[in-house]
């Protein structure tokens, strides 16, 4: 019997605690967590901003085999001892350990801009990130500008468009996501337009004044709220002050091990295999394979293929595998340009796998390619048909529930679920959101599960039962 001490209480501890329960876990779990309530499933923070998702959708379930102590930040930690000291308010506690998991996340990276922040440091009023979902209240006003280029900026911005604001994204790049898309960031730009979003590329911020942002070009933006999506760095403060090996993050082996035997490290603040984790669903299966470890499983974690989806109205995009791909000698590259439609795609095959893909626009095709991605199965002769979304009969997959389709990997909730929810009374997306934790993950799936409850609306109001 062993006592784990996690500190961090985002979705990957949640995970853990989940699967340590499934596993058989026979010890105790204390949780240091910072914040007063359990942080929320970032990923779906712009669907709340959307008016889409209710805030209390993103409330993780509650931890039933765990000790939480809120409010308690880990100050320092005693490998030697074996002990971790915390804060919490006035009081200085101590919690010792067998064994230690550092979920300590990420936090925003702040850019040295004139007028963001006040004389204490701190950002200054109408000045916010967007990494709890408080920040969401923070972003008001009848104009907002968004600062950075990257996943988070097109999909704030897009969210801030779609609820009715006149919503600006400004980023160093010629155009959004542009080191991600390439040629194709263009077309994600005008789509952005299209949306309602003003794009301006190629711009540097200079300074922030109450109201307005200015340009290195000279000219300004409206700004009630600055929404600074300027990226993130892991939290590694406490492993290197600990003697614990950090790179750019905390260094895991294939165990998420650190260079201590009894100090494990899961999420945005670990680094396996010379990165840091890419994603939501990195993140649970580092969860996942550090709970087979500590109880006892023979286990290797193995790295989830890096995929990228945006989450916006605008258009639908999604970056699979590493950009690296692509520069490869022995890779090949299938194409599709069509400019008029505001549509392109590019896929890295070696052999008749896929190796990485970048699609903009091309929804059917995004979900076929993922699929294959994923399963490691070969291409479809006929690249054109597959990229342009005709539907294809794709090799047989060995599945238990081939026929009960997955919608919602991350909670692993399935077709059937859902219709069942549907049966027992849970007729709206938020409903069947609260009675079985979909859309909850990643958020990838929210799309279908409108779908879902769209569909079933319909038929009911044909007198016609769901099938699962």
Same mark, same amino acid.
């Given at each position: 019997?062993?006592?784990?001490?996690?500190?961090?209480?985002?979705?990957?501890?949640?995970?853990?605690l989940?699967?340590?329960?499934?596993?058989?876990?026979?010890?105790?779990?204390?949780?240091?967590?910072?914040?007063?309530?359990?942080?929320?499933?970032?990923?779906?923070?712009?669907?709340?901003?959307?008016?889409?998702?209710?805030?209390?959708?993103?409330?993780?379930?509650?931890?039933?085999?765990?000790?939480?102590?809120?409010?308690a930040?880990?100050?320092?930690?005693?490998?030697?001892?074996?002990?971790?000291?915390?804060?919490?308010?006035?009081?200085?506690?101590?919690?010792?350990?067998?064994?230690?998991?550092?979920?300590?996340?990420?936090?925003?990276?702040?850019?040295?801009?004139?007028?963001a922040?006040?004389?204490?440091?701190?950002?200054?009023?109408?000045?916010?990130?967007?990494?709890?979902?408080?920040?969401?209240?923070?972003?008001?006003?009848?104009?907002?500008?968004?600062?950075?280029?990257g996943?988070?900026?097109?999909?704030?911005?897009?969210?801030?468009?779609?609820?009715?604001?006149?919503?600006?994204?400004?980023?160093?790049?010629?155009?959004?996501?542009?080191?991600?898309?390439?040629?194709g960031?263009a077309?994600?730009?005008?789509?952005?337009?299209?949306?309602?979003?003003?794009?301006?590329?190629?711009?540097?911020? /200079?300074? =922030?004044?109450?109201?307005? $942002?200015? #340009? &290195?070009?000279?000219?300004? @933006? %409206? !700004?009630?709220? +600055?929404? *600074?999506?300027?990226?993130?760095?892991?939290?590694?403060?406490?492993?290197?002050?600990?003697?614990?090996?950090?790179?750019?993050?905390?260094?895991?082996?294939?165990?998420?091990?650190?260079?201590?035997?009894?100090?494990?490290?899961?999420?945005?603040?670990?680094?396996?295999?010379?990165?840091?984790?890419?994603?939501?669903?990195?993140?649970?299966?580092?969860?996942?394979?550090?709970?087979?470890?500590?109880?006892?499983?023979?286990?290797?974690?193995?790295?989830?293929?890096?995929?990228?989806?945006?989450?916006?109205?605008?258009?639908?995009?999604?970056c699979?595998?590493?950009?690296?791909?692509?520069?490869?000698?022995?890779?090949?590259?299938?194409?599709?340009?069509?400019? /008029?439609? =505001?549509?392109?795609?590019? $896929?890295? #095959? &070696?052999?008749?796998?896929? @190796? %990485? !893909?970048?699609? +903009?626009? *091309?929804?059917?095709?995004?979900?076929?390619?993922?699929?294959?991605?994923?399963?490691?199965?070969?291409?479809?002769?006929?690249?054109?048909?597959?990229?342009?979304?005709?539907?294809?009969e794709?090799?047989?997959?060995?599945?238990?529930?081939?026929?009960?389709?997955?919608?919602?990997?991350?909670?692993?909730?399935?077709?059937?679920?859902?219709?069942?929810?549907?049966?027992?009374?849970?007729?709206?997306?938020?409903?069947?959101?609260?009675?079985?934790?979909?859309?909850?993950?990643?958020?990838?799936?929210?799309?279908?599960?409108e779908?879902?409850?769209?569909?079933?609306?319909?038929?009911?109001?044909?007198?016609?039962?769901?099938?699962?």
């Amino acid at each position: 019997m062993s006592h784990i001490l996690v500190i961090g209480h985002g979705p990957a501890t949640h995970r853990l605690l989940r699967e340590l329960r499934r596993h058989g876990h026979d010890g105790t779990v204390t949780v240091l967590s910072a914040e007063h309530h359990p942080v929320q499933h970032r990923p779906l923070l712009t669907t709340v901003l959307q008016g889409r998702l209710d805030a209390g959708m993103l409330r993780p379930e509650a931890d039933l085999d765990a000790r939480v102590l809120t409010g308690a930040v880990a100050t320092a930690v005693d490998t030697a001892h074996r002990v971790v000291h915390a804060r919490q308010g006035d009081t200085v506690t101590a919690h010792s350990y067998d064994v230690l998991v550092l979920a300590c996340g990420a936090r925003p990276v702040i850019p040295p801009l004139p007028g963001a922040r006040d004389r204490t440091g701190r950002l200054a009023p109408g000045v916010t990130t967007l990494r709890e979902i408080t920040d969401c209240d923070r972003i008001q006003g009848t104009a907002v500008t968004v600062l950075g280029g990257g996943p988070l900026g097109v999909e704030t911005a897009s969210a801030l468009a779609l609820r009715g604001t006149m919503t600006t994204l400004v980023c160093s790049g010629p155009h959004p996501l542009h080191e991600r898309l390439g040629s194709g960031a263009a077309l994600l730009t005008a789509r952005l337009q299209e949306a309602g979003v003003d794009v301006l590329g190629g711009r540097r911020a /200079v300074r =922030r004044e109450p109201g307005r $942002l200015l #340009l &290195d070009d000279g000219t300004e @933006t %409206a !700004a009630d709220t +600055l929404v *600074l999506c300027t990226g993130v760095e892991p939290e590694v403060r406490l492993a290197r002050a600990a003697g614990i090996r950090v790179h750019h993050g905390i260094v895991v082996d294939d165990a998420l091990c650190t260079s201590d035997s009894r100090v494990h490290a899961i999420g945005d603040c670990a680094e396996h295999a010379g990165r840091t984790v890419a994603g939501h669903e990195s993140a649970l299966a580092q969860a996942d394979t550090l709970a087979a470890v500590l109880t006892g499983h023979e286990v290797t974690h193995r790295p989830t293929p890096a995929v990228l989806r945006l989450r916006t109205h605008a258009v639908d995009v999604a970056c699979i595998g590493s950009p690296a791909a692509f520069q490869r000698s022995d890779i090949r590259i299938v194409g599709l340009s069509d400019p /008029v439609g =505001r549509r392109c795609a590019r $896929l890295a #095959l &070696d052999g008749d796998r896929i @190796t %990485a !893909a970048v699609l +903009l626009g *091309l929804s059917d095709a995004i979900a076929t390619v993922s699929h294959l991605h994923r399963r490691g199965l070969p291409v479809p002769s006929d690249r054109l048909s597959l990229l342009l979304g005709v539907r294809q009969e794709l090799p047989a997959v060995e599945e238990a529930n081939r026929t009960d389709p997955m919608v919602c990997l991350c909670n692993q909730v399935s077709r059937r679920q859902l219709a069942g929810a549907w049966e027992l009374g849970a007729r709206t997306v938020p409903a069947l959101v609260r009675a079985t934790r979909a859309t909850t993950g990643c958020g990838s799936c929210t799309e279908r599960l409108e779908r879902l409850c769209a569909s079933w609306t319909d038929s009911a109001g044909q007198e016609l039962e769901p099938t699962p």
